[in-house]
Nanobody, 122 residues
């Protein structure tokens, strides 16, 4: 069974930085894409950033985080990171990691982590 575990969340003051990590473990044949979404209290889950694992590491970002957040990957370790700088109170949310996985039976499935809370104070 594939498992995603996030870490690195916490409390930070506005203007500060945090780095989130996501580790993928278990049995699978490959990963094509990984990303981060977030859900703030009372709001819908939204895309934060994504990165292609197989196609040269192409990235995409939500407009609200462009220039402040950077997504990166370590293919050898099946890890994805989210470096968050210049954090704002509106970045407060539970951040979820997701991965598009090629399973052992050659079917594709998206997996999600349990989430890590980021709280940005004024």
């Amino acid at each position: 069974q594939v498992r995603l575990v996030e870490s690195g969340g916490g409390l930070v003051q506005a203007g500060g930085s945090l780095r989130l990590s996501c580790a993928v473990s278990g049995s699978f044949r490959g990963i094509s894409h990984m990303g981060w979404q977030r859900q703030a209290p009372g709001k819908q889950r939204e895309l934060v950033a994504g990165i292609s694992i197989s196609s040269g590491g192409n990235t995409n970002y939500a407009d609200s985080v462009k220039g402040r957040f950077t997504v990166s990957r370590d293919n050898a370790e099946n890890m994805v990171y989210l470096q968050m700088n210049s954090l704002k109170p509106e970045d407060t949310a539970v951040y979820y990691c997701n991965a598009d996985v090629l399973q052992m039976d050659y079917t594709h499935r998206q997996f999600w982590g349990q989430g890590t809370l980021v709280t940005v104070s004024e």
